[in-house]
């Protein structure tokens, strides 16, 4: 798959100056609507070290509402998460209905890093993509807008931005002996990619790559699908308002059927009272004559 990806794609200044306040504006106002709706949004933002994850972030956030906006940033579990599935600690940290939130790394760690630095047994990471599908087609089914992101670039670009930043006083700190020893490890973490990509793209959890040799066209492209998901998710939502049994909206509709489920029971039990009496009455005459 990443091999068919043109990284030379780019976007001009002008075109992404034109196009980029538009973006967050309309992404500005889908949050509130998306807050009316009672609509949840995950991001899971996966791609190569420097590949520019923080820069994206950077961008939602400006505009964006911070009251209905949370980062998730990746960091190594902590004791307490280690006792539980490696999925726990993401599912606390989901959003609430009407909500938003980008996890900067996320549950794919188990499949990436995990696995190319040797942290998990083989065993436990190849269980991990079918116990992931699980996981998001729950969440789909939880009427979550679930966009999946892995920003791209070569192994050449990866080397130029490295030294651009060990040039930078302010950004030198970034490059860690962990992002030079996955850079050296490019192709493993390529077939690793490679492999996840492929297993854990679905209808209701699709991967999107992103280009992003050119930061202006990972933005965009980003933006651009963020606001057509959602738009999605939104026009779903007003077409079957009850499609998620726990929303506002929705509770008209569930009173009615909870009253009817109710009279249901209601009759099913006196049917089942009925025919327990009638049974009685013609056991009682049986005994009476067996005692005489």
């Known amino acids: 798959m990443l091999e068919n990806v043109d990284l030379k794609k780019k976007l001009s200044k002008s075109a992404y100056a034109k196009n980029m ?9 889908l949050q509130y609507a998306a807050k009316d709706a009672e609509v949840p949004v995950t991001i899971c933002l996966e791609g190569w070290d420097t590949a520019g994850k923080g820069q994206i972030v950077k961008k939602l956030t400006e505009r964006l509402d911070p009251r209905l906006f949370r980062v998730q940033p990746g960091s190594p579990p902590t004791a307490l998460e280690k006792r539980y ?13 009407g909500e938003m939130v980008v996890f900067d790394h996320s549950w794919y760690g188990r499949v990436l890093v995990e696995r190319c630095d040797k942290l998990s047994a083989k065993q436990e990471w190849k269980q991990a993509y079918e116990q992931i599908n699980q996981f998001e087609r729950w969440l789909a089914d939880d009427g979550q807008v679930l966009l999946k992101f892995w920003l791209h670039i070569s192994k ?31 192709d ?21 790559v992103v280009e992003a040799t050119d ?16 738009e999605e998710a939104l026009a779903k939502r007003q077409a079957a308002p009850g499609g998620v049994s726990r929303s506002a909206v929705a509770q008209p ?40």
């Open 21 to 29: 306040g538009a973006l967050q504006e309309k992404l500005r106002g």
């Open 85 to 97: 599935h490696f999925l726990w600690r993401y599912q606390t940290a989901l959003p609430n209905d």
């Open 156 to 186: 050449v670009e990866q080397k130029k931005r490295f030294r651009t930043c060990l040039c930078d006083p302010m950004l030198k700190w970034k490059i860690t002996k962990e992002y030079k020893r996955h850079h050296r490890q490019y």
């Open 188 to 208: 493993k973490w390529t077939a690793a990619v490679e492999e996840t990509l492929a297993k854990t793209d679905s209808p209701h959890a699709p991967w999107t």
């Open 215 to 230: 930061i202006r066209w990972a933005r965009v492209k980003v933006f651009q699908t963020l606001v057509e998901k959602v």
């Open 253 to 292: 509709l569930m009173q009615v059927l909870r009253a009817d489920i109710k009279q249901q029971d209601a009759a099913v039990m006196g049917a089942v009272k009925a025919e327990a009496k009638r049974a009685e009455a013609v056991a009682k005459p049986k005994a009476e004559v067996v005692h005489a």
